[in-house]
């Protein structure tokens, strides 16, 4: 059999997977592709800015071509289709005769009728040679417009302002992502967006685009206003590629597209069509997901498989967008008749959150997500298997309070044909199916169903089915901390303290198997550290630590270093900041203000570290273990001292606090804040270890968490004196230290605490275990065993001499570049890298 | 692979690197990690990470994966195979491997051994 493929995209290329995957036999297949390039992912087009290479993005597995035998042509464009002789004939006049034809041919970006679109440094967003054209004029640019503030507008306008660009989003309707976002929900998403520094002007109708004054271009809009920028990108939108199909009258939908039936057949029975080109009721669709569907269905149809078919998609998604949660689920406008929505609204986290229910309050008809989607799975979950809410549905979005765990999706009651990966298309029942087969990892479960390998968003749910299954088969549920220990993180630090292990060989002979991996050496190193505090560049030790504890800064994307000196509480005298700048300028270092208080130099080489740290603690400086999972810093505000609210002296006792507990190892880094009123100023509650003095003493707050997963942190005593308050810190950091997991954090390791709150209390303040003496005396030995890293690493010189670029010489390594900007360093992009080596700055 | 017409450099002596970690080395201009896997096995591959562009291999954490022996690249964690430079997580960011020889205590490199 004769197949020809029209378009080696990603649905082209899934197709030709498909295929193959049929075990089909005797089919020649061609595929003409229009691009000089094979199928890439398109999907993450973005990280080609952010420097992975054309070939990082190809989707074509090495040898893929060679094993099928299939051929691929390409920079090959179909010019016409003859129906009747069955053939297709190419731009270069070549005709290919075909018995069954696949059009994959995608879309078109559309670009709205202004006048002026065509000018120099316009661009769609669309193929690599658009990026590499993006990539020129941002490199002659200052600012640069994105026209759509869609799903593609917003991606595209990240690319913009990973290259530097001041970025602007201009959207025609009155909020962004008109289609998948309520009105509420857009307006927390561009609040979001515009604190990352991309500015967005919505309801905006572009009149034309003219000359600018300051910039190159200058959009007039139709309210009167204008924008300026040197570039501009239209995102506006996508029109179906059906010009083939109209050519040769083949049907198409009311608003184009290749209309198809449901096994992806057009109105001639030879011919299929799949992907974004495709109408399927009279509706395309602009997802990969429901791409893949029909190019399953197509490849199945043509070997034979008549069951094949295309039943239309969910066209829920979940995305990131510069780094913020958006997630659409079904109905999410309330469009159907009678629905009822709940909302939740954040304006502080900027956390918008709804769902829409059924009239009778039973089912879920659609959800919106902006800012914190952790719950997409389980909504998901439960709007397409028609499962029943709970009786209270609003507790589905609201934040958990203290002891009520908020109501989960039992994964039990999900049917055994639920999706849960609909990238891969993988059900519970093949979830579970692999649990039998002995898939009892993620990572064993991705490469085993690919549930979870492509966008990752189902990976929690894929957990919680793979455990219930396990556990329903009576197999221990497996914590261990990687193959070399069959020990969890808890487990480990009780045979390393009862055993009084001290080095990895001997915890290796004793417990483990093999060499270890970058797994279970840092959680060795952190559990020695913790348990004996010795010197962590020790011989014995320095194999087991990150690059990050062995060069004791921080590692930066181009391989250089950033140095934290220790400043506690934030406190530091203007000698003591003069030498820290003269340090910098010394060295050519980046210097920034740190969230945490902290100056952060960036831009070191392993050789320059040493000779940096020498300086520091020559100015009176110790190590900031702003590198480690440790104790990181402790914020305050200024206090009594200069406040006219403070009732707490809260800088001393910060520096009081850092000093007691600086360079303690933890499981994961730690941070804490202490406030001289309830005003807050220090963000307290926002930190593992949180402090607020009122006019009766201290309030102690545990457990909460800025970062990724925000959570509060929660109040543990009142009226504390300085005596109690810091024999309390000792119990419930050191508490944590001996039994959270490996990377948990300390609201994690709450909220996974059985008993919750209440729990530690009983075991802390009223010592229902009677362990508390042993907690305060065991980080007392910490305090008491402190070292500066860096002042032992710069005098013993065995260690010193590990201090550079190269073994065997001292030349510095030519693959760290800066370039000036605003005045100082930063790393230069993979695009600026080479002319800037070749000129040797 | 005939080692006798190799080029071999020596870079550095055996206790220049501790076991179980890498050193960089600067062999006919190009960026080598050069590995001590326990006391006595030395493997060398390119030291530039292939995704990040940045020259950190040698400072990753060295281990195995089942019967591999391989590197977790300090950036993204990426691994890569110490005897054949493939690249775990995603094989088309593979990287060369090289010769190692030990004589006495001196560790010699040849590119693309």
Not at chain 1, 72 to 79: D, E, F, H, K, S
Request: hydrophobic share 40%.
């Amino acid at each position: 059999m004769k197949i020809i493929l029209i378009g080696h995209g990603m649905v082209g290329h899934k197709f030709l997977e498909s295929l193959a995957a049929t075990g089909i036999e005797h089919a020649q297949v061609t595929v003409l592709c229009e691009e000089p390039r094979a199928a890439y992912d398109r999907v993450h087009l973005s990280e080609f800015f952010s420097g992975r290479s054309a070939e990082a993005l190809s989707l074509v597995e090495a040898g893929f071509f060679e094993r099928t035998g299939f051929s691929l042509r390409l920079a090959t464009r179909a010019a016409s289709i003859d129906r009747r002789g069955n053939t297709v004939t190419t731009v270069d006049g070549q005709v290919l005769p075909y018995d069954k034809l696949v059009i994959a041919a995608g879309s078109n970006p559309f670009v709205p009728q202004v006048p002026g679109r065509d000018r120099a440094h316009c661009h769609v967003y669309r193929t690599i040679e658009d990026l590499e054209g993006m990539q020129l004029s941002g490199s002659k640019s200052q600012t640069g417009v994105v026209v759509g503030g869609g799903l593609l507008g917003l991606e595209c306008a990240k690319a913009l302002r990973d290259m530097g660009l001041q970025t602007h989003v201009v959207e025609f309707a009155p909020r962004l992502m008109a289609v998948q976002v309520d009105e509420a929900g857009g307006r927390v998403l561009q609040a979001k967006i515009e604190e990352l520094g991309v500015q967005v002007h919505t309801g905006r109708n572009t009149l034309e685009i003219t000359d600018g004054a300051r910039g190159r271009h200058r959009m007039v809009f139709a309210d009167g206003s204008h924008l300026e920028a040197d570039m501009i990108v239209f995102s506006a939108g996508i029109r179906p590629r059906d010009e083939l199909a109209r050519q040769s009258q083949l049907a198409v939908g009311p608003r184009g597209g290749i209309a198809i039936d449901s096994t992806c057949r057009t109105s001639d029975p030879d011919i299929y069509a799949i992907g974004e080109c495709a109408a399927w009721n009279e509706q395309t669709f602009g997802l990969v997901a429901p791409g893949y569907d029909m190019a399953r269905v197509a490849a199945r149809h043509i070997a034979d498989d008549a069951d094949a078919s295309f039943v239309g998609a969910d066209m829920s998604t979940k995305l990131k967008l510069m780094g913020v949660d958006v997630a659409s689920i079904g109905d999410a406008h309330g469009r159907t008749a009678g629905s009822r929505s709940y909302q939740y609204l954040d304006e502080r986290r900027q956390v918008y959150k709804k769902i829409v229910v059924s009239p009778d309050g039973q089912q879920l008809l659609g959800a919106v997500l902006i800012g914190d989607a952790a719950e997409y799975g389980t909504l998901l979950q439960m709007a397409l298997n028609g499962i029943k809410l709970p009786a209270e549905p609003e507790f589905l979005i609201l934040p958990s309070s203290d002891g009520k765990a908020q109501p989960g999706l039992g994964v039990d009651a999900l049917p055994d044909s639920a999706q849960i990966c609909s990238c891969n298309d993988v059900s519970k029942g093949r979830i579970n199916a692999a649990v039998g087969e002995g898939a009892c990892t993620i990572a064993e479960m991705k490469a085993c169903t690919k549930a979870g390998a492509t966008c990752g968003g189902c990976v929690p749910l894929v957990t919680q089915i793979m455990k219930l299954e396990m556990a329903k088969r009576g197999m221990a549920v497996n914590n261990h901390v990687c193959e070399h220990f069959p020990y969890s993180r808890q487990e480990i630090y009780h045979l390393v303290r009862v055993g009084d292990i001290r080095s990895f060989d001997e915890l290796l002979a004793r417990h483990g198997q093999g060499l270890g991996c970058d797994i279970c050496k840092p959680v060795a190193a952190s559990v020695f550290a913790s348990c004996w505090n010795e010197f962590v560049l020790k011989k014995d030790l320095a194999a087991l630590q990150d690059s990050n504890d062995y060069y004791l800064g921080n590692i930066q994307k181009d391989g250089s270093y950033s140095v934290v000196p220790r400043m506690p509480g934030g406190e530091v005298t203007p000698d003591g900041l003069i030498a820290v700048g003269q340090v910098a300028k010394k060295y050519g270092l980046y210097t920034k203000v740190t969230g945490g208080q902290r100056v952060d130099l960036f831009g070191a080489r392993v050789e320059q570290l040493p000779l940096i740290w020498e300086e520091l603690i020559a100015a009176g400086f110790e190590s900031g273990h702003a590198y480690g999972k440790s104790l990181r810093t402790v914020k305050s505000c200024v206090g009594s001292t200069w406040c006219r609210y403070g009732v707490g002296d809260s800088v001393g006792l910060a520096v009081e606090l850092e000093n007691r507990y600086k360079g303690l190892r933890s499981p994961h880094k730690i941070k804490f804040g202490v406030s001289g009123c309830t005003r807050e100023c220090a963000e307290a509650q926002g930190k593992d270890i949180g402090i607020i003095a009122t006019d009766k003493g201290w309030n102690l707050y545990i457990c909460g968490n800025g970062g990724m997963k925000p959570r509060h942190a929660e109040l543990f005593a009142t009226d504390l004196d300085k005596a109690q308050l810091i024999q309390l810190i000792d119990r419930v950091l050191m508490f944590y230290v001996r039994t959270a997991d490996r990377l948990q954090r300390t609201s994690t390791w709450r909220e996974n605490l059985e008993g919750g709150l209440d729990y530690l209390k009983d075991v802390l303040l009223h010592d229902s275990l009677g362990l508390n003496a042993e907690l305060e005396a065991q980080m007392q030995h910490v305090a008491d065993t402190y070292q500066c890293e860096w002042k032992t690493a710069v005098t013993d010189p065995a260690v010193r001499r590990r201090f550079r670029s190269f073994v065997n010489s001292d030349k510095a390594d030519e693959h760290v570049v800066f370039v000036e900007e605003r005045g100082q360093i930063r790393p230069a992009r993979p695009e600026e890298r080479v002319p800037a080596m070749a000129e040797g700055i | 692979m005939n080692t006798a017409t190799a080029n071999y450099t020596a870079v550095c002596e055996i206790d220049d690197i501790l076991p179980g970690t890498g050193v960089c080395a600067l062999v006919e201009g190009r960026h080598v990690a050069v590995f001590r896997v326990g006391q006595s096995d030395f493997h060398a591959i390119d030291n530039v990470d292939p995704k990040s562009g940045a020259s950190v291999l040698s400072r990753g954490l060295v281990g195995n994966l089942g019967d591999r022996l391989v590197v977790a690249s300090p950036l993204y964690k990426n691994h890569f195979d110490l005897r054949t430079g493939e690249c775990l997580e995603m094989p088309e960011l593979s990287v060369a491997t090289h010769g190692v020889r030990i004589e006495g205590q001196r560790v010699l490199v040849a590119l693309g051994g």
